[in-house]
């Protein structure tokens, strides 16, 4: 384990130990079941004692490393997967499960209408739990705004679910404050700093859309947005670092305008860099060129498309990322709150 996270470990079993410590004082009845405790307390401390002489993290079996996601759901741990008895691994596949259905439990409905806006996404994620984030946080006013957030965390597996959710939690809180999108985003990179293991990150982007096709967009890290227009497709670069590199990052707000039947794609870079046999990935180029051809596509159609070639173009291939995409549409419906 690296340094940083020996770190991360060290405080996190210290903590526990003091929970334990706590809770065995103040255990008052004779009878209480102190004895679980107590086995519980031997092991945190055995655990530091690994920590100490750099065994923590390897397989008391086959001495491989223990998966680290795993061991950040429970530093006790010491056994790899594979060295898990069946029981053990049901228990697990279980809490995977639950995981899963928390996790989509968080994500909103696949399409949102919002004034003039239609918004459409494709969710994949690789294995049962997905590190990449998505959100649509429509203002439930008359003349409000719509939030709409896209952002892959790094790593993948329950770890990073666990920071998706994190992401979900802070964004739904943060979009009801009213701040301006720089300020928003600052703040949350700076809660975000604040509460995650160090060395994990995510890139993200925070988009505002307005009443007539303004929209704002704000870019943690994150691959190009891309913007489909009659007159073509123009590429939407991030200015800013990922969400948790740095508590004193500065984020710069573009502004864009959507004509009617005009698009903005966003997309994870499952998308972007999923491979073909030959170790080719499909590129941002080529998405760029796909979505060129279909200006004013109903968003359902564009998204499909585009997950329908990047899976053609990764062939018999297993799916190896997270894949999301989204597609923000300004509707070429006439409509009585705008009128431009
Ligand atoms: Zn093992």
């Not at 008052?28 to 519980?40: D, S």
């Not at 307390?41 to 491989?64: K, M, N």
Request: aromatic share 6%; hydrophobic share 40%.
């Amino acid at each position: 384990m690296a340094g940083v996270t020996d770190t991360y470990f060290r405080e996190q079993l210290e903590k526990r130990k003091d929970q334990l410590n706590a809770v065995l004082a103040s255990t008052a009845a004779p009878a209480a079941p102190k004895a679980p405790l107590v086995a519980l307390l031997c092991e945190v401390d055995s655990a530091l004692q690994r920590l100490a002489d750099g065994s923590f993290g390897i397989c008391t079996q086959c001495h491989a490393p223990v998966e680290t996601d795993r061991l950040l759901a429970d530093p006790l741990t010491q056994l790899c997967l594979d060295d898990l008895n069946s029981d053990e691994q049901r228990a697990l596949e279980r809490d995977l499960e639950l995981a899963a259905r928390v996790q989509r439990g968080l994500l909103p409905n696949t399409d949102t209408r919002h004034q003039d806006w239609l918004v459409h996404y494709q969710y994949k994620p690789a294995g049962m739990v997905s590190g990449d984030y998505c959100d649509v946080i429509s203002s439930p006013t008359e003349n409000g705004e719509m939030f709409f957030l896209l952002g892959d965390v790094a790593g993948k597996g329950v770890a990073a679910s666990l920071l998706m959710s994190h992401l979900h939690a802070m964004f739904r809180s943060l979009a009801g404050v009213g701040l301006p999108l720089d300020n928003l985003m600052e703040v949350a990179n700076s809660v975000f700093c604040q509460s995650t293991i160090a060395g994990q990150f995510a890139t993200l982007i925070c988009g505002r859309a307005g009443q007539r096709g303004e929209i704002e967009i704000n870019s943690a890290g994150h691959l190009a947005a891309l913007h489909v227009s009659k007159s073509g497709v123009r590429k939407i670069y991030s200015t800013g670092l990922p969400l948790g590199m740095f508590s004193t990052s500065r984020y710069t707000v573009e502004r864009i305008k959507l004509e009617r039947g005009d698009s903005l794609l966003l997309y994870t870079d499952g998308l972007s860099e999923a491979m073909d046999a030959s170790g080719t990935e499909y590129g941002t180029e080529r998405l760029s060129n796909l979505v060129r051809e279909r200006h004013g596509c109903a968003p359902q159609d564009l998204a499909t498309a585009c997950m329908k070639e990047v899976t053609a173009h990764r062939g018999a291939g297993k799916q190896l990322d997270d894949q999301t995409l989204m597609v923000v549409h300004r509707g070429s419906f006439a409509s009585s709150s705008a009128n431009d």
